[in-house]
């Protein structure tokens, strides 16, 4: 198998995992909705911690299709711009001297 068709294979497999994902969430808010509560069933913010955040901002971005700057990246964590109502951060969960 070539290296293009891994890289195919590991895309899907990303985008059927995290539609997964996002399913069950989902499902878990409709059930929420359901009890009264003063909480608002709602997911803000995803973080996924990383150990090499400028690699990991390129191939997430590349993955969804966003533009990115690798210069831009300098911070610890990594706000992915996208347009959804629950955001994407990556997270260099290193400790650094």
Do not use: A
Not at 24 to 34: A, F, P, T, W
Not at 42 to 47: D, G
Not at 78 to 87: A, Q, R, S, V
């Amino acid at each position: 198998m070539g290296i293009s068709v891994q890289l195919l294979n590991m895309e899907s497999t990303f985008f059927i995992e995290i539609r997964e994902f996002l399913g069950k969430i989902q499902r878990k808010v409709e059930k929420l909705k359901s009890i009264n509560s003063p909480i608002f069933p709602k997911v803000n913010n995803v973080f996924i911690h990383v150990k090499d955040l400028k690699k990991s901002v390129g191939w997430y971005c590349n993955i969804l299709g966003i533009p990115h700057n690798g210069d831009s990246v300098e911070s610890l964590v990594y706000n992915i711009p996208i347009t959804y109502e629950t955001g994407l951060t990556l997270d260099d969960h290193t400790i650094r001297s």
